[in-house]
């Protein structure tokens, strides 16, 4: 009968936890599919699932520096259904929500009543929602919920759609299983997120380190935290030797050359401190060093100071070399995990204090916490639904999606287009029509340095197409001739289309779908400048428009 009990109480944890989840996700809001990173992270999965005619399209072809994310995308794509990508988000949306409620009831020991963590859970998905970020945008100009929720460099775990920095929520279980002791598990779930995406590495290694030295200590054995550390290796092993044998330099020169492209042309805002804002730093800083001071007596505070150490040493000496190499593998990413962890951290301190201060002088309130608490839940989630509609109807209205679709309905293999490079409705432009394109700006194939100076030759000719100035006849014959392209879309004002070109398949008000096959001046006539000073400038100046 006891164990019969147990195990209904489980079930009813597994399901309230399940719904909480859900609504989390609903409340968090994604982006429709296919949109922002999905466009890079997704491509090689679809292409392998035979997904359109991704096959023909060069980013698709470039080296996978996912193959893991992209074997997941790609079974989901061929043997499920492409809604299965939300559900995803929501279960690691809610080992977040678990690990880190976890954490925070082993610090906080008063969180540990029913009414304080249905409390502290409808604040947690007040900081988490959409609702937040709308509203402290419109009315403060700063976006609260990424200030809480985000680290420096624009980067985060939890971001506006499914995408494989999301796998980062097991470093939060990780660390919930060290305050647990289970360390092997632990292990498990932080060189799983390193899996899934390698720039979770160096945390999964300094993880491992405190879950060693941890093992050792309470041990007093050498034998313990040495397989502790076996096992780590051996799970990672597969993914680190992938990423050696395929993106190793092909020479120093070339290596060089592509590290300056990512660092100063088109990942600045990840690899440039001086472009963080030095108040965003300050703030984040303010987050992180008093959830220190509150974990200090707990078996978090190692792990929460390793990474914190390790991410502002390294970040330092970063900034003071100007080490293009270290700047690259961004050390700063610490942060993805600190300050949501510690913003947690926080909210469950003023919680517990108000709970106890509450249930101290024994306010007629207490009875009123949780059905207001789930008031809360229950609104959020609903805004949540409200503007996950809003987006998907503003995708559907986006003045490029008419073309877009246009493509899509008639595409042909064989076919590559031009688009432009830069216009964001365009992001999702192979996705979403499945016809390979040229280049454009999102798609950037790093690390293989080859294939990063590649996508620069490309971006040089198809940015000077649409933004360049003077007669562009060489560049559409190049691109017509050297790539392969076949169609090109304009703005509907643009002034190429001034000049004749062989067909007009589609135009509205907004875009114009011309053909480039038989375009005047034949076969290898045009004649296109590669000087490499000139294309560096161009590129460089292509982040300012």
């Not at 929720?149 to 919930?176: E, K, W």
């Not at 560049?475 to 289309?497: E, K, M």
């Not at 070109?501 to 290898?524: K, Q, S």
């Amino acid at each position: 009968m006891v164990e019969a009990l147990r195990l209904s109480s489980r079930w009813r944890c597994f399901a309230g936890w399940s719904l909480y989840a859900i609504a989390l996700a609903l409340a968090h809001n994604q982006l429709p599919l296919y949109h922002t990173n999905q466009n890079t992270k997704f491509i090689f999965g679809l292409k392998d699932a035979g997904y359109g005619l991704l096959q023909e399209d060069w980013f698709a072809n470039t080296t996978d520096a996912l193959p893991v994310f992209s074997f997941l995308v790609r079974v989901t794509y061929a043997h499920l259904h492409e809604a299965c990508f939300y559900g995803y988000f929501a279960v690691l949306i809610g080992v977040y929500a678990y690990s880190i409620t976890g954490i925070v009831r082993t610090v906080f020991p008063h969180l540990r009543s029913r009414s304080a963590t249905v409390v502290f859970l409808a604040f947690f998905m007040l900081i988490h929602s959409i609702v937040l970020e709308k509203a402290s945008t419109r009315m403060l100009g700063v976006n609260v919920r990424a200030m809480l929720g985000d680290g420096v460099a624009f980067q985060y775990v939890l971001g506006p759609v499914f995408q494989n920095c999301v796998f980062g929520v097991l470093l939060f279980l990780s660390l919930y299983w060290m305050l647990q002791r289970k360390y092997f598990p632990a292990v498990a779930a932080h060189c799983s997120a390193a899996i899934f995406h390698s720039v979770y590495m160096f945390p999964a290694m300094l993880l491992t380190i405190v879950c060693m030295v941890s093992v050792a200590w309470d041990s007093r054995k050498l034998i313990k935290p040495f397989a502790l550390g076996l096992f780590a290796l051996l799970l990672v092993l597969p993914i680190v030797v992938y990423s050696l044998v395929q993106f190793r330099p092909t020479s120093p020169e070339l290596h060089a050359q592509a590290m300056d492209l990512a660092v100063y042309v088109r990942n600045p805002h990840h690899s440039l401190p001086g472009l963080w804002g030095v108040d965003v730093i300050i703030f984040k800083f303010c987050i992180v060093l008093p959830s220190l001071y509150l974990a200090r007596k707990t078996r978090l505070f190692p792990a929460m100071c390793t990474l914190f150490a390790a991410g502002v040493a390294l970040t330092l000496v970063s900034v003071s070399l100007g080490n293009e190499r270290l700047a690259f593998l961004m050390p700063w990413r610490m942060s993805i995990v600190l300050v949501p962890l510690s913003s947690g951290l926080l909210l469950a301190w003023v919680v517990s204090g108000a709970s106890r201060l509450l249930k101290t002088v024994r306010s007629p309130l207490l009875p009123f916490a949780v059905p207001c608490a789930l008031g809360v839940i229950a609104i959020l989630t609903v805004a949540g639904v409200m503007y996950q509609a809003e987006g998907a109807a503003r995708v559907l209205s986006a003045a490029g999606q008419p073309v877009i679709q246009y493509v899509k309905e008639h595409r042909q293999a064989g076919e590559v287009y031009m688009i432009p490079p830069m216009n964001t409705d365009f992001e999702r432009f192979r996705l979403d029509s499945g016809a390979p394109i040229i280049v454009n700006w999102k798609g950037f194939p790093q690390p293989k340095d080859t294939e990063m100076l590649e996508w620069k030759e490309r971006m040089r000719v198809v940015y000077s197409i649409y933004y360049g100035e003077g007669d562009i006849s060489p560049y559409l014959r190049h691109a017509a001739n050297a790539y392969g392209v076949t169609h090109a879309i304009f703005p509907a004002d643009h002034s190429a289309l001034s000049r004749p070109f062989p067909a007009e398949p589609f135009r509205d008000n907004a875009f114009v779908l011309v053909t480039l096959e038989g375009l005047p001046g034949g076969r290898g006539s045009a004649t296109v400048e590669k000087n490499g000073e000139e294309s560096s400038n161009r590129v460089r100046g292509m982040k300012n428009l």
